[in-house]
């Protein structure tokens, strides 16, 4: 049951980069950590004190079954349940765009960890400008392969706007890398904001509240 | 493994096979209600072989009306043990690999002390003298149990319905003492609802005649058309509407038209009353109403000021939480409540749901999916705690 040795290794490449983030040993809670890739690896490799929170019943089943601390639950509702500075990392991978309401979840992420891990689909990479700016529609790709009627993501935003709205909620923005699907052209956000918000296909941030 | 035999032991039923020892001889256990009890008789079955560090128990608590025949032949009924499926060698919970303990809840009819044996001052059967019980005392007496077979730790309690109140309990108020904790299909405090189809039961027994105000046995009757409605009413509550329809619809029994009578007419009234017959035969009238009344009892954020989370703060335990989709005598929103009070000291803590439309009645029968994540869990959990891995 337990997961191969050779599958641990070879992780998604923004998994891998926010595993990078996280100091081994810590408290980590994966908000939304679907079949628990991330946290098989963090809780192995990083000797992390794991949980996370799934939605899906195939996600909880295939976490808990494969011996990590998963609860079935929505992150929408249940994050305000933990107390507060609970966990050293809180990890929010591809997921905030599809929640009710991004600040507020941001909000509870900095609550509950001291840090929080942010990553997401930017919807500034030149192919969405394409899709939208020249072809007029809405962008479906490998990294958003849902058409407008029936994606979970319902509050898109850009590298820049994420940006933006750390600054105003006085979030401290530690890291923050862009890439693009396949893992290759990372960059950093705060050295080149354009070209990360252009070329990335997605972003990862370390926020500390 | 010592067994003691007890003089007491009454043999008002057959005598009951498997282990007992007779605790508290010294040392009273101090009930809730405020009686201390000595002397008391449990009856218990263990399986599997404990290791030298005495690192590998996982105790197993049973459900208002079972009992201890966990995994062997039950000596009433000649049924296969009641979680059989889930217990023994090579199974989910490895008998192989651990060291499984079951007892007779305190109050119980199975040869733990209870109402129908003998009250050793007065050398008659204890009745309704016998003093209350709740949750917590059956969990002291396990604790009592575990101390006897020379264990610190459990590496893990688990238990269903009742017994996920005891599972809860253990954790509550012996968090060094456990390892690991499965709460299935249960609740922390119990329902209105829940207490009240219980009231429905105890009436039925108490209206029987042959209950004689709880002095039955002296009379040598028993209550068994009360028990048996008892039985029958709850037995519809451990199923779904669905299951129900599924099984039996509106399908006739053993007939083509309706007698126009009180016959059982219908395949699910025949059905239910064998529920109600058999069950007589193997449970006593008065264990039914302390144990209930144990169960109406429970709730565990009473004795933390009313916050739930106060009784796992700083627990080490870690906790896999189960319920199921069709359970609606202990549903879905019962487990979330003990898992968001876990959440809320952040508890280590699993929580699945699991699909089924069985009712409460899916934690005792073959749920691949629920056996495959209780399998993930304990042995997630037996690597932390330095047991050795499940063989390929």
């Known amino acids: 049951m337990m997961m191969h040795e050779s599958q641990r290794k070879s992780i998604r490449v923004d998994l891998q980069i926010i595993a990078n983030m996280i100091e081994p040993g810590t408290r980590v809670l994966d908000v939304g950590c679907g079949s628990g890739t991330l946290l098989d690896y963090l809780v192995h490799f990083k000797q992390v004190d794991g949980r996370g929170i799934e939605l899906s019943t195939e996600g909880v089943n295939a976490c808990v079954s494969n011996g990590l601390s998963?609860?079935?639950?929505?992150?929408?509702?249940?994050?305000?349940?933990?107390?507060?500075?609970?966990?050293?990392?809180?990890?929010?991978?591809?997921?905030?765009?599809?929640?009710n309401n991004p600040k507020a979840a941001l909000e509870q992420l900095l609550r509950i960890g001291r840090h929080a891990i942010v990553s997401f689909p930017n919807f500034a990479h030149w192919r969405v400008?394409?899709?939208?700016?020249?072809?007029?529609?809405?962008p479906v790709s490998e990294n958003l392969p849902y058409q407008w009627y029936e994606t979970p993501n319902i509050h898109f935003c850009t590298i820049k706007d994420f940006a933006v709205l750390c600054k105003e909620m006085g979030i401290k923005v530690e890291r923050s890398m862009s890439l693009d699907h396949e893992g290759s052209a990372i960059r950093r956000v705060d050295l080149t904001p354009f070209l990360a918000n252009l070329f990335g296909e997605q972003a990862v941030f370390l926020l500390k509240g | 493994?010592?067994?003691?035999?007890?003089?007491?032991?009454?043999?008002?039923?057959?005598?009951?096979?498997?282990?007992?020892?007779?605790?508290?001889?010294?040392?009273?256990?101090?009930?809730?209600?405020g009686i201390d009890l000595k002397n008391i008789n449990v009856a218990y079955q263990t399986y599997g072989q404990l290791n030298e560090s005495k690192s590998n128990a996982i105790l197993i608590c049973h459900a208002l009306t079972g009992d201890h025949f966990v995994a062997d032949v039950h000596p009433v009924t000649g049924?296969?043990?009641?979680?059989?499926?889930?217990?023994?060698?090579?199974?989910?919970?490895?008998?192989?690999?651990?060291?499984?303990?079951?007892?007779?809840?305190?109050?119980?009819?199975?040869?733990?002390?209870?109402?129908?044996?003998?009250?050793?001052?007065?050398?008659?059967?204890?009745?309704?003298?016998?003093p209350g019980v709740t949750i917590a005392d059956m969990v002291r007496v396990q604790a009592r149990l575990i101390d006897h077979?020379?264990?610190?730790?459990?590496?893990?309690?688990?238990?269903?319905?009742?017994?996920?109140?005891?599972?809860?309990?253990?954790?509550?108020?012996?968090?060094?003492?456990?390892?690991?904790?499965?709460?299935?299909?249960?609740?922390?405090?119990?329902?209105?609802?829940?207490?009240?189809?219980h009231e429905v039961g105890r009436q039925a027994i108490m209206a029987d005649p042959d209950w004689c105000g709880g002095d039955y046995l002296s009379h040598d009757i028993r209550p068994h058309?009360?028990?048996?409605?008892?039985?029958?009413?709850?037995?519809?509550?451990?199923?779904?509407?669905?299951?129900?329809?599924?099984?039996?619809?509106r399908k006739l029994q053993e007939r083509d038209v309706v007698s126009y009578g009180f016959d059982a007419d219908f395949q699910v009234e025949s059905y239910l009353r064998h529920q109600g017959i058999t069950f007589v035969d193997r449970f006593d009238a008065n264990s039914y109403l302390y144990t209930t009344r144990a169960m109406?009892?429970?709730?565990?954020?009473?004795?933390?000021?009313?916050?739930?989370?106060?009784?796992?703060?700083d627990t080490k335990t870690r906790f896999c939480v189960f319920s199921f989709t069709s359970d609606w005598l202990f549903p879905t929103k019962a487990s979330r409540e003990i898992v968001r009070a876990l959440n809320a000291v952040a508890a280590n803590v699993s929580f699945a749901e699991i699909e089924s439309d069985k009712g409460h009645d899916a934690f005792l029968l073959h749920e691949p999916e629920f056996f495959r994540l209780m399998a993930g869990f304990i042995d997630g959990a037996a690597e932390l705690h330095g047991l050795p891995r499940r063989e390929d």
Not at chain 2, 166 to 185: G, M, T, Y
């Open chain 1, 70 to 99: 998963v609860i079935q639950g929505d992150a929408n509702i249940d994050l305000k349940d933990y107390p507060d500075q609970a966990f050293d990392y809180v990890v929010l991978s591809q997921t905030l765009q599809a929640m």
């Open chain 1, 129 to 138: 400008r394409y899709h939208l700016g020249l072809r007029g529609r809405m």
């Open chain 2, 1 to 33: 493994m010592a067994t003691t035999t007890n003089n007491n032991t009454p043999q008002t039923e057959a005598t009951i096979p498997g282990l007992q020892v007779c605790l508290a001889r010294e040392e009273p256990v101090r009930l809730d209600c």
């Open chain 2, 79 to 130: 049924k296969p043990g009641w979680w059989s499926e889930l217990v023994g060698p090579g199974k989910t919970i490895d008998t192989d690999r651990f060291f499984v303990i079951c007892s007779n809840i305190l109050g119980g009819c199975m040869g733990t002390t209870g109402p129908k044996e003998i009250n050793s001052e007065t050398g008659k059967p204890w009745g309704l003298d016998f």
């Open chain 2, 149 to 197: 077979l020379g264990i610190d730790k459990l590496f893990a309690v688990l238990g269903g319905s009742m017994g996920g109140m005891q599972v809860l309990e253990w954790a509550a108020k012996f968090s060094d003492r456990v390892f690991a904790a499965i709460p299935i299909a249960t609740e922390a405090r119990h329902s209105a609802q829940n207490i009240a189809f």
């Open chain 2, 225 to 249: 058309r009360g028990l048996a409605v008892a039985r029958m009413t709850a037995h519809i509550t451990y199923l779904s509407q669905s299951a129900l329809h599924r099984k039996f619809g």
């Open chain 2, 296 to 313: 109406d009892y429970f709730d565990l954020a009473g004795d933390y000021d009313g916050a739930l989370a106060n009784a796992f703060r």
